[in-house]
């Protein structure tokens, strides 16, 4: 358990007669931390500091100063800034993944693209203090690896709805894992992109990435159009 804040007001004594007399401090209540609720202020305070300053210009000194503590405490519970940063990518790495292979539910291919699309977006506009982070280098190994194995883990989840598309339609099943990987990297560039300018709105680049996705260059739909039932 430890210190996180403390009570210093004062009460006021008196005298025999009844009138005023000195100040003095009341006892010291202090309130505690446990170290589960120490770790999770750790990784909030890391998180921010790392979608900010990056890695590199994110210090122990700063991450233990904004959450009161020394910065032995920081390394009692990750070793240090390389075991902070660790987990919290892979923390935001199976959030993002979770969300996007999850939202692919519809049985028309084109509205699987729509729930993919809206997925990155989504996680980008809700969690976006976890893409900054995620986009970045990383200086350590995560058990999930990096950005882009993990554009890799979701395309695995692609191909295979892919896969069934092009035997259904007479195409090589086995160019299933090439579109997938691209398909799904066109959409992660697109929300690097798009996770500054944030225009056009989300709805709207969700279908122009599957109007491309769907039509190609050559047969592209003047005014896309979305099909599922998210409109926004």
């Given at each position: 358990?430890?210190?996180?804040?403390?009570?210093?007001?004062?009460?006021r004594t008196t005298g025999n007669n009844g009138s005023a007399g000195t100040e003095r401090p009341r006892r010291t209540r202090r309130t505690r931390?446990?170290?589960?609720?120490?770790?999770?202020?750790?990784?909030?305070i890391g998180r921010t500091l790392f979608a900010e300053k990056g890695f590199e210009g994110t210090s122990v000194?700063?991450?233990?100063?904004?959450?009161?503590?020394?910065k032995p405490v920081?390394?009692?519970?990750?070793?240090?800034?390389?075991?902070?940063?660790?987990?919290?990518?892979?923390?935001?790495?199976?959030?993002?993944?979770?969300?996007?292979?999850?939202?692919?539910?519809?049985?028309?291919?084109r509205?699987?693209?729509?729930?993919?699309?809206?997925?990155?977006?989504?996680?980008?506009?809700k969690y976006t203090d976890g893409f900054r982070i995620l986009v970045r280098d990383s200086p350590v190994a995560q058990s999930t690896g990096t950005f882009?194995?993990?554009?890799?883990?979701?395309?695995?989840?692609?191909?295979?709805?892919?896969?069934?598309e092009f035997k259904a339609r007479g195409f090589d099943p086995k160019l299933a894992p090439l579109y997938a990987q691209a398909l799904v990297g066109m959409v992660a560039l697109?929300?690097?992109?798009?996770?500054?300018?944030?225009?056009?709105?989300k709805a709207e680049v969700a279908a122009h990435l599957v109007n491309l996705a769907?039509?190609?260059?050559?047969?592209?739909?003047?005014?896309?159009?979305?099909?599922?039932?998210?409109?926004?």
């Open positions: 358990m430890e210190d996180v804040a403390t009570d210093s007001s004062t009460t931390m446990t170290g589960a609720e120490r770790r999770e202020q750790l990784l909030d000194e700063e991450i233990a100063a904004k959450a009161g503590v020394s920081v390394y009692e519970h990750f070793g240090g800034k390389e075991g902070l940063y660790a987990v919290v990518v892979d923390r935001e790495m199976r959030s993002l993944l979770e969300g996007v292979t999850g939202a692919l539910t519809a049985g028309h291919p509205e699987l693209l729509e729930q993919a699309a809206f997925a990155l977006l989504d996680y980008i506009e882009a194995s993990l554009i890799s883990d979701i395309a695995t989840q692609v191909e295979d709805i892919l896969g069934l697109t929300g690097q992109w798009w996770l500054d300018v944030r225009k056009p709105k769907w039509h190609g260059l050559d047969g592209l739909e003047q005014k896309p159009r979305l099909i599922g039932h998210r409109k926004s």
